[in-house]
């Protein structure tokens, strides 16, 4: 898109928000490439040189100084950071208190006198505000929820939290289960509140208010018996795969205390999203001991970010063979839907085409039935996702894109194996070529773009597919997205592999770009980090790769390119980028330069020590951390252990990414299984090297945990090997220097079991 056709969007974007924009108009608030007055563009004449921002909006006539500058850029503009300085020095100059760049991809709003992005309600603003809630802005923040609101969006929790107990209660134990009950009450609710905006037509007999004050079995019978069949002959539902199914819950006390408390809402006047809410609620509590809903699960802003990648337009036929509850094909139809609506072209036959012959879903589970509520409370009354088993039942080229979040080391049969070419009995392998499948051949507009575990790019089992899809040239690149992206739900490294068109030219090299900061925190919690990140950085580059046809290699920091060759060189076809572009970073020292293995056998029968990344400091023995349990962990003989001795390092290899290490401080020796190797600091750099100081860069530095994560891969669980373990960088300090950070850390964390201690005897006299 021109950034000429860029800020004509912008204006209609301006118009929709109360902006006034016509030339001509009186209280004309919107100017467009120059300012209102001779005494502004002076202001903006620097050096002799005169240039202006995009768009400078003014409160009214009668007050001088602008509010805010528009800078408006192509959506693939390579220098982001440089488009805010720019726009910063407009908005000082003219004394305009906001800046908003925008890409027809995102809106980044800044408070000008702090440089910081503008928050409402703790959020990062994502789009223009009108002129009235510009006004509200004191600082960078903003509190919009009056306490009515911010009751509302607490109630909602709370019903999520009542509506999990009363389920739990009832006996629905299964996370999936429960949810999907919970669920088809929630949308009941819904579709009654959305019936006459959304043109439903829903008989009134169908709709909340005909039964929410009935009680006990009356109630149970009228849901199952009247307004599920009427739902689902409206929506038109087939027998086999109804959208509503009748309620599995017995205890009608218990059903009757969810209804009354979805009663006291009003979903619709709730500013968020309502299922995504909902749905991220019960993950969170089932994730603890249960993970069957996490498997479900992307984090919006990488749905997003999918379709960034794959820019659904009007035309295209969409599919996602695993759509879980419908995150990707929903987004896909709601921004083909506004473009349509924003151009003008949003007719009747227009979106009966959206609705109809656009979005397609699979997905094995019950969850399919929770895809097509959302679906068709996104607009799609008619959607085309069906519960089936997708690897069972493969396509053969009839979508142009796929988008998808593979489910992660299926099993699969080999009957469903050889549905496919080349015949690998893995799930994951299986889930890209049934992809690959479904796409058009002929069309040159046929694209993908899908999340898999790193293991897909080095498992050896997979080297065929591999080297099927660097040889075709359908694979153009891959995004490496940070370890921590689907935190709390999976600790598994993930990649997003992008494909293109098979009858499209075949470019030399595959791109890998490396995401490192995602716009989150690489924490459990998650929290977000305002401003431009990593993610709209590859976006701007893509724009740019896609003008020609991924041919032209592009510069930036986080991106590299291998040559195909190369890679069908390499013995495993590994698509692992530490495989190809491994250089000592400047200030760093690879771990083979300052440790080396031991092995020695337990012949001493040493006590069998635990390593966890739990444990801050030190090794515990297995038995003060097991109890009488212990010897059912570990093995009562453990003369073939490995031995660690003081300031000696171990690790467990399959947990080594979520940070399993141990040192030992104990002047008496420890075993660890035979499985766990250990090394320990080489004699010659015993006076230049700290092990406790080694031992916290491989637990606590952020980059070398990342490092760590790309290492270590592996079928189904991730395994770092000796191998890669000794090419792992950590900064290399000083003595002096590495003394300092060590007796900080031994300070605290004395201090620390001192007051721990003290909690422990506390006895009130």
Same mark, same amino acid.
């Given at each position: 898109?021109?950034?000429?056709?860029?800020?004509?969007?912008?204006?209609?974007?301006?118009?929709?928000?109360?902006?006034?924009?016509?030339?001509?108009?009186?209280?004309?608030?919107?100017?467009?490439?120059?300012?209102?007055?001779?005494?502004?563009?002076?202001?903006?004449?620097?050096?002799?040189?005169?240039?202006?921002?995009?768009?400078?909006?003014?409160?009214?006539?009668?007050?001088?100084?602008?509010?805010?500058?528009?800078?408006?850029?192509?959506?693939?503009?390579?220098?982001?950071?440089?488009?805010?300085?720019?726009?910063?020095?407009?908005?000082?100059?003219?004394?305009?208190?906001?800046?908003?760049?925008?890409?027809?991809?995102?809106?980044?709003?800044?408070?000008?006198?702090?440089?910081?992005?503008?928050?409402?309600?703790?959020?990062? /603003?994502?789009?223009?505000?009108? %002129?009235?809630?510009?006004?509200?802005?004191?600082?960078?923040?903003?509190?919009?929820?009056?306490?009515?609101?911010?009751?509302?969006?607490?109630?909602?929790?709370?019903?999520?939290?009542?509506?999990?107990?009363?389920?739990?209660?009832?006996?629905?134990?299964?996370?999936? !289960?429960?949810?999907?009950?919970?669920?088809?009450?929630?949308?009941?609710?819904?579709?009654?509140?959305?019936?006459?905006?959304?043109?439903?037509?829903?008989?009134?007999?169908?709709?909340?208010? &005909?039964?929410?004050?009935?009680?006990?079995?009356?109630?149970?019978?009228?849901?199952?018996?009247? #307004?599920?069949?009427?739902?689902?002959?409206?929506?038109?539902?087939?027998?086999?795969?109804?959208?509503?199914?009748?309620?599995?819950?017995?205890?009608?006390?218990?059903?009757?205390?969810?209804?009354?408390?979805?009663?006291?809402?009003?979903?619709?006047?709730?500013?968020?999203?309502?299922?995504?809410? !909902?749905?991220?609620?019960?993950?969170?509590?089932?994730?603890?001991?249960?993970?069957?809903?996490?498997?479900?699960?992307?984090?919006?802003?990488?749905?997003?970010?999918?379709?960034?990648?794959?820019?659904?337009?009007?035309?295209?036929?969409?599919?996602?063979?695993?759509? $879980?509850?419908?995150?990707?094909?929903?987004?896909?139809?709601?921004?083909?839907?506004?473009?349509?609506?924003?151009?003008?072209?949003?007719?009747?036959?227009?979106?009966?085409?959206?609705?109809?012959?656009?979005?397609?879903? $699979?997905?094995? &589970?019950?969850?399919?039935?929770?895809?097509?509520?959302?679906?068709?409370?996104?607009?799609?009354?008619?959607?085309?996702?069906?519960?089936?088993?997708?690897?069972?039942?493969?396509?053969?080229?009839?979508?142009?894109?796929?988008?998808?979040?593979?489910?992660?080391?299926?099993?699969?049969?080999?009957?469903?194996?050889?549905?496919?070419?080349?015949?690998?009995?893995? $799930?994951?392998?299986?889930?890209?070529?049934?992809?690959?499948?479904?796409?058009?051949?002929?069309?040159?507009?046929?694209?993908? !773009?899908?999340?898999?575990?790193?293991?897909? %790019?080095?498992?050896?089992?997979?080297?065929?597919?591999?080297?099927?899809?660097?040889?075709?040239?359908?694979?153009?690149?891959?995004? *490496?997205?940070?370890?921590?992206?689907?935190?709390?739900?999976?600790?598994?490294?993930?990649?997003?592999?992008?494909?293109?068109?098979?009858? !499209?030219?075949?470019?030399?090299?595959?791109?890998?770009?490396? #995401?490192?900061?995602?716009?989150?925190?690489?924490?459990?919690?998650?929290?977000?980090?305002?401003?431009?990140?990593?993610?709209?950085?590859?976006?701007?580059?893509?724009?740019?790769?896609?003008?020609?046809?991924?041919?032209?290699?592009?510069?930036?920091?986080?991106?590299?390119?291998?040559?195909?060759?190369?890679?069908?060189?390499?013995?495993?076809?590994?698509?692992?980028?530490?495989?190809?572009?491994?250089?000592?970073?400047?200030?760093?020292?690879?771990?083979?330069?300052?440790?080396?293995?031991?092995?020695?056998?337990?012949?001493?029968?040493?006590?069998?020590?635990?390593?966890?990344? *739990?444990?801050?400091?030190?090794?515990?023995?297995?038995?003060?951390?097991?109890?009488?349990?212990?010897?059912?962990?570990?093995?009562?003989?453990? &003369?073939?252990?490995?031995? #660690?001795?003081?300031?000696?390092?171990?690790?467990?290899?399959?947990?080594?990414?979520?940070?399993?290490?141990?040192?030992?401080? &104990?002047?008496?020796?420890?075993?660890?299984?035979?499985?766990?190797?250990?090394?320990? /600091?080489?004699?010659?750099?015993? $006076?230049?090297?700290?092990?406790?100081?080694?031992?916290?860069?491989?637990?606590?530095?952020?980059?070398? %945990?990342?490092?760590?994560?790309?290492?270590?891969?592996?079928?189904?669980?991730?395994?770092?090997?000796?191998?890669?373990?000794?090419?792992?960088?950590?900064?290399?300090?000083?003595?002096?220097?590495?003394?300092?950070?060590?007796?900080?850390?031994?300070?605290?964390?004395?201090?620390?079991?001192?007051?721990?201690?003290?909690?422990?005897?506390?006895?009130?006299?």
């Amino acid at each position: 898109m021109l950034e000429r056709e860029i800020e004509n969007l912008l204006e209609q974007i301006l118009r929709n928000c109360g902006w006034i924009v016509d030339v001509g108009v009186k209280n004309r608030q919107v100017y467009r490439q120059q300012p209102r007055s001779i005494d502004e563009i002076n202001k903006l004449k620097v050096n002799g040189i005169q240039t202006f921002p995009d768009f400078i909006l003014y409160e009214d006539e009668n007050i001088a100084v602008p509010i805010a500058v528009i800078e408006a850029k192509r959506v693939e503009y390579k220098n982001l950071e440089k488009a805010k300085e720019q726009g910063l020095n407009y908005a000082k100059a003219l004394g305009a208190r906001f800046l908003f760049l925008y890409n027809a991809n995102r809106f980044i709003a800044y408070y000008v006198p702090t440089e910081e992005v503008l928050l409402i309600d703790n959020e990062e /603003v994502n789009g223009m505000l009108p %002129l009235a809630q510009l006004r509200l802005f004191n600082g960078r923040k903003l509190e919009l929820n009056s306490k009515v609101d911010i009751k509302s969006k607490t109630d909602l929790i709370n019903v999520f939290k009542v509506a999990n107990d009363k389920l739990r209660e009832a006996g629905i134990n299964a996370g999936i !289960a429960r949810f999907t009950e919970f669920s088809n009450l929630l949308f009941l609710k819904l579709l009654s509140e959305l019936n006459e905006e959304r043109h439903y037509n829903i008989a009134k007999p169908f709709l909340w208010d &005909s039964y929410r004050n009935l009680d006990g079995e009356m109630l149970l019978e009228y849901i199952n018996g009247t #307004v599920i069949p009427g739902l689902n002959n409206l929506f038109d539902s087939s027998e086999t795969q109804p959208l509503f199914s009748a309620l599995k819950i017995r205890n009608t006390i218990k059903l009757k205390e969810i209804v009354q408390k979805l009663d006291t809402l009003n979903l619709k006047q709730i500013d968020t999203d309502i299922k995504g809410d !909902a749905f991220e609620y019960f993950i969170q509590k089932y994730n603890q001991t249960n993970n069957d809903l996490g498997e479900y699960f992307t984090p919006r802003h990488i749905v997003r970010f999918l379709n960034d990648i794959i820019k659904p337009t009007f035309g295209d036929k969409i599919y996602d063979p695993f759509c $879980g509850t419908g995150g990707m094909l929903i987004i896909a139809f709601e921004r083909i839907y506004q473009t349509l609506e924003e151009s003008g072209l949003l007719d009747d036959t227009n979106l009966l085409a959206l609705r109809e012959k656009t979005i397609w879903g $699979g997905e094995v &589970s019950e969850t399919a039935k929770i895809a097509k509520m959302n679906m068709i409370l996104s607009g799609d009354g008619h959607s085309n996702i069906i519960q089936h088993d997708s690897f069972s039942n493969p396509v053969e080229g009839k979508y142009n894109v796929v988008i998808s979040n593979i489910p992660f080391n299926m099993d699969v049969s080999e009957e469903q194996a050889q549905l496919y070419f080349p015949i690998i009995k893995k $799930g994951n392998a299986v889930s890209i070529l049934h992809i690959l499948k479904a796409l058009k051949r002929e069309s040159v507009k046929s694209r993908a !773009a899908i999340i898999v575990p790193d293991a897909v %790019l080095n498992d050896s089992s997979m080297s065929t597919l591999r080297e099927l899809i660097v040889k075709n040239g359908q694979l153009r690149g891959i995004v *490496s997205l940070p370890s921590k992206v689907f935190m709390p739900y999976t600790e598994a490294k993930t990649s997003i592999l992008i494909f293109g068109s098979e009858c !499209a030219a075949k470019t030399e090299d595959v791109f890998i770009f490396k #995401v490192k900061n995602d716009g989150y925190t690489l924490t459990t919690r998650r929290r977000p980090l305002p401003g431009i990140n990593d993610l709209d950085e590859f976006i701007a580059l893509h724009e740019e790769m896609l003008k020609n046809d991924y041919s032209i290699r592009l510069d930036h920091d986080n991106l590299f390119y291998i040559p195909r060759d190369k890679i069908l060189r390499n013995p495993n076809k590994s698509l692992l980028l530490s495989q190809y572009f491994d250089a000592l970073k400047e200030g760093y020292i690879r771990l083979e330069s300052i440790l080396e293995p031991i092995k020695e056998k337990n012949v001493e029968q040493y006590p069998t020590a635990s390593i966890t990344k *739990s444990e801050f400091w030190g090794m515990p023995l297995g038995k003060d951390l097991w109890g009488i349990n212990f010897i059912s962990v570990t093995s009562e003989d453990n &003369s073939n252990y490995n031995v #660690v001795r003081k300031h000696n390092i171990s690790f467990n290899p399959a947990r080594a990414n979520i940070g399993s290490f141990g040192i030992c401080l &104990s002047d008496n020796p420890v075993a660890v299984t035979s499985a766990y190797p250990v090394f320990k /600091v080489k004699e010659d750099l015993r $006076g230049k090297y700290i092990p406790e100081y080694i031992y916290l860069q491989l637990r606590h530095n952020p980059e070398v %945990l990342e490092d760590i994560a790309e290492r270590a891969y592996g079928t189904i669980r991730q395994s770092l090997s000796q191998k890669e373990f000794i090419k792992i960088q950590i900064e290399d300090k000083s003595y002096e220097d590495q003394k300092k950070v060590v007796n900080y850390i031994k300070d605290k964390f004395f201090k620390m079991k001192k007051l721990e201690d003290e909690l422990v005897n506390f006895r009130i006299e």
